[in-house]
């Protein structure tokens, strides 16, 4: 009974530094968030022609979405992380990406490697969902139907990888892109170029922001070393590829 009071005694205060090491830890994290704008007047974008069957359940008139500007010039779906922050399990659910009105939902989309993700179809129409990602980097492409009212497809990709390009062959307009990290300290900018990363350990990083259409070739995007102490803004700026 002795050694168990003890034991006990010796226990507890073990667990109190590690509660407090773990609050601790909490404390220093913080957001890094800013604004991404687009330098230079892009092309119109094209309306898209979906067909008969396509038309009729999208009757929006859709169009590509290689550059989407919002408010003050902000470009929308950029894919910003942090390049060199410590492997991390992921921060809840990952989004599901959707086929609704013949287009994926959402266009660009992240996920931590080896987690998760559902793929849905919200249309009266067939659609088949072929990943392609860059087979020199570890994950496996695939290419499954997905008919209407099917289940949905529950996949993962196992090693990073910006970004990994799905498609419809059956509608060969569509497109989603999803950027594969070790850790869950990623954003996508919204409609206005707005971004936040958050929960993210102080120290010091660099953070990347990659941009579909700008950026596919070169295979980088903007990188920019930041110093986080709470929360920090850092905004960057998109010159339009020629």
């Avoid at 667990?15 to 407090?20: D, G, H, S, Y």
């Avoid at 860059?134 to 990073?160: R, S, T």
Wanted: with cysteine; hydrophobic share 40%; proline share 7%.
């Amino acid at each position: 009974m002795n050694q168990s009071i003890r034991f006990m005694k010796s226990f507890i205060p073990l667990i109190l530094i590690a509660a407090l090491a773990g609050a601790a830890q909490l404390a220093s994290a913080g957001d890094v968030s800013g604004k991404i704008t687009l330098k230079g007047t892009p092309k119109p974008e094209v309306v898209i022609d979906l067909g008969p069957a396509c038309g009729k359940i999208n009757p929006s008139k859709p169009s590509t979405r290689h550059y989407v500007i919002g408010k003050d010039a902000g470009l929308a779906n950029v894919f910003l992380y942090i390049k060199d922050a410590k492997k991390a399990d992921p921060k809840g659910e990952a989004t599901t990406l959707d086929q609704v009105g013949c287009i994926y939902e959402p266009y660009v989309m992240g996920v931590v490697a080896g987690q998760s993700f559902k793929i849905k179809n919200s249309d009266a129409e067939m659609h088949n969902v072929h990943a392609t990602p860059n087979p020199a980097l570890g994950n496996k492409e695939f290419n499954l139907a997905q008919p209407a009212g099917a289940p949905v497809l529950v996949k993962n990709f196992e090693k990073p990888e910006i970004l990994v390009r799905m498609k419809c062959d059956v509608h060969p307009w569509m497109f989603a892109y999803i950027g594969v990290t070790e850790h869950p300290y990623f954003a996508v900018s919204d409609k206005d170029g707005n971004y936040k990363i958050s929960g993210l350990p102080d120290g010091k990083y660099t953070i990347e922001a990659f941009h579909q259409k700008t950026h596919v070739a070169a295979k980088v995007g903007i990188v920019k070393s930041i110093e986080l102490k709470g929360d920090t803004k850092q905004d960057f700026t998109i010159e339009l590829a020629q």
